[in-house]
């Protein structure tokens, strides 16, 4: 059975500075694709990176990047200089044949 | 309308109502899902539906009954519910079911209170 687990219910972080949020998943497969997405409290869910298993390279998007370690089955994200707008319910989802999410890590960014 | 939509943003019924959700998507997705999402918990998978086709089920209860007309219009007909069903429900889109690189599109979603 898929798992993702992200540990951190709720981060706060002051503005123009850096949050780290993490996940772990679990799956017995090699070819897989990871995701994180954003719910601000408006609640419409959007894609803020995503990243292939077979690729060593982590992603970046602006001032979001991940740390992907494969072997340890890890992939964290990194929002730097943070903004108010950051403000969200972050997901971190996992998908081979399906789509898995974790319970969610609630940012507030402080001015 | 872009994106995907769903209505109505909130509802309120009694355990022996009947009501639907409306999801419609505007993305020329072939894909549509339904999630629900309670608070401090992984979103759980419903229903998935590809070229209209229900093509998973994830062992939802009865009282959940989805329909898809076309490929652009998703329904959850909700039939004698029970409080625990309180939750917001999500309705997405993507190009296809099983490709995994293709992002989800998500609706804002509809809050949902048994009483």
């Known amino acids: 059975a898929q798992t993702v687990t992200q540990s951190q219910p709720e981060m706060s972080v002051q503005e123009a500075e850096t949050v780290t949020l993490s996940c772990t998943y679990d799956t017995s497969e090699n070819n897989y694709y990871l995701f994180w997405y954003k719910q601000p409290p408006s609640r419409q869910m959007i894609l803020v990176i995503r990243q292939e298993a077979y690729k060593q390279q982590n992603a970046t998007e602006n001032r979001f990047s991940v740390n992907f370690q494969k072997a340890a089955k890890s992939f964290s994200l990194k929002i730097s200089d943070s903004q108010l707008g950051d403000t969200a319910m972050y997901f971190c989802?996992?998908?081979?044949?399906?789509?898995?999410f974790g319970a969610g890590t609630t940012v507030t960014v402080r001015a | 309308e872009t994106g995907v939509t769903q209505t109505p943003r909130h509802l309120v019924m009694g355990m022996t109502n009947k009501k639907s959700l409306k999801c419609e998507q505007h993305l020329g997705h072939n894909a549509m899902y339904w999630y629900k999402q309670s608070a401090k918990k992984p979103l759980e998978l419903m229903f998935v539906?590809?070229?209209?086709?229900?093509?998973e089920n994830n062992s939802v209860p009865s009282r959940f009954s989805p329909e898809c007309p076309n490929s652009s219009h998703l329904f959850l007909h909700l039939h004698t519910l029970q409080p625990e069903d309180s939750a917001l429900y999500l309705c997405?889109?993507?190009?296809?079911?099983?490709?995994?690189?293709?992002?989800?599109?998500f609706g804002p979603g509809t809050r949902l209170t048994v009483l």
């Open positions: 539906y590809s070229l209209e086709e229900r093509v």
């Open positions: 989802a996992f998908h081979d044949y399906k789509l898995s």
């Open positions: 997405a889109s993507s190009q296809d079911s099983a490709g995994a690189y293709n992002e989800q599109f």
